[in-house]
T-cell receptor
Framework: QQQVKQSPQSLIVQKGGISIINCAYE??????FPWYQQFPGKGPALLIA?????SEKKEGRFTISFNKSAKQFSLHIMDSQPGDSATYFC???????????FGRGTSLIVHP | DADVTQTPRNRITKTGKRIMLECSQT?????MYWYRQDPGLGLRLIYY???????NKGEISDGYSVSRQAQAKFSLSLESAIPNQTALYFC???????????FGSGTRLTVV
């Protein structure tokens, strides 16, 4: 049973466009929602994270939107660039646990 | 130098062979983890350790074992490698009140 469902599996966007990756969860005990970015040949790296007491967090061109009632959160990449081409993982962590549950990842390709 | 170093970066081994993947970190973190990445399946937890004397199984521990030799070192062993253990393997750390992970660059293992 997938506790964190991530979609789409792959995404192709033109340079300058908006990339949107969605995640949904069931466990209401989750209280920390990070996103990781993985470039080819590298390990995932923490990109941005949000807690459920806020509905949005923005860092540069990257924004997490969080909908607690719908149990959904999403990553928006504004003005997408070819250098943003990577695999993105959402995750959710239950309060009291150090171990997140990961989504299955989204492969993003940004065409020049 | 990288915060989390994994060796080897690439390895091809034969079915039935014993192989060890090594991980060392300079973050000073107590918590260390081994993950496996397969296309379309995301990151799956193999084993984790919260301190030198603590070892815990993850969701896919069968066929694997680990050793926490020191706070900074956590190794993963495949006692008798089989082809379906062909995958990317990542070591990760986390520490203190920071719930984000720091990943190594991974080991690409091929079992033939």
């Amino acid at each position: 049973q997938q506790q964190v469902k991530q979609s789409p599996q792959s995404l192709i966007v033109q340079k300058g466009g908006i990339s949107i990756i969605n995640c949904a969860y069931e466990n209401t005990a989750f209280d920390y929602f990070p996103w990781y970015q993985q470039f080819p040949g590298k390990g995932p790296a923490l990109l941005i994270a949000i807690r459920p007491d806020v509905s949005e967090k923005k860092e540069g061109r990257f924004t997490i939107s969080f909908n607690k009632s719908a149990k959904q959160f999403s990553l928006h990449i504004m003005d997408s660039q070819p250098g943003d081409s990577a695999t993105y993982f959402c995750a959710a962590r239950r309060g009291g646990s150090y171990i997140p549950t990961f989504g299955r990842g989204t492969s993003l390709i940004v065409h020049p | 130098d990288a915060d989390v170093t994994q060796t080897p970066r690439n390895r091809i081994t034969k079915t039935g062979k014993r192989i060890m993947l090594e991980c060392s970190q300079t973050k000073g973190h107590d918590r260390m983890y081994w993950y496996r990445q397969d296309p379309g399946l995301g990151l799956r937890l193999i084993y984790y350790s919260f301190d030198v004397k603590d070892i815990n199984k993850g969701e896919i521990s069968d066929g694997y074992s680990v050793s926490r030799q020191a706070q900074a070192k956590f190794s993963l062993s495949l006692e008798s490698a089989i082809p379906n253990q062909t995958a990317l393997y990542f070591c990760a750390t986390s520490g203190g009140g920071d719930y984000g992970y720091t990943f190594g660059s991974g080991t690409r293992l091929t079992v033939v």
